[in-house]
């Protein structure tokens, strides 16, 4: 949806809500203003129900705002911790190996398949070098 913003990693599985945040006022009958924090102060602070979520109180479901690392333009960059597992599908003609990767500030059920050969050239690091045959 155009300007639309999204915290966390983006496609339809991120997480869609940060906080929680204090209620200021109650404007109408569809809006609450809230108290946000400077690191986002480039956000209206005015929104509508249907964008808010009552805070029931399980902290593993907030997403903390401070170690999102946004940037001024409200963007942030997905930095991969570890490489969980590994698979191979076999496809009519070829084979495609992917990777289940945990990325900076989600949880393990927030690991993501990617595929192998492009985690392995944007990120090396996240693979054991490759071991020399012995003859």
Known sequence: MKGMMKFGKNGKLSLGYVGPYEILNRLGSVAYELKLPNEVS???PIFHVSM???C???????LPLEGLGVKQDLSDEEVPVEILDGQVEKLRNKEVASVK???RNHLVEGATWEA???MKTRYPNLFPPPTARQS
Do not use: N
């Not at 029931?56 to 907030?62: E, K, Q, R, T, Y």
């Open 101 to 103: 990767v945990l990325w």
């Open 42 to 44: 480039v956000i209206h």
């Open 56 to 62: 029931i109180g399980d902290l593993v479901l907030i």
């Open 116 to 118: 192998e050969t492009e």
């Open 52 to 54: 808010l979520k009552k």
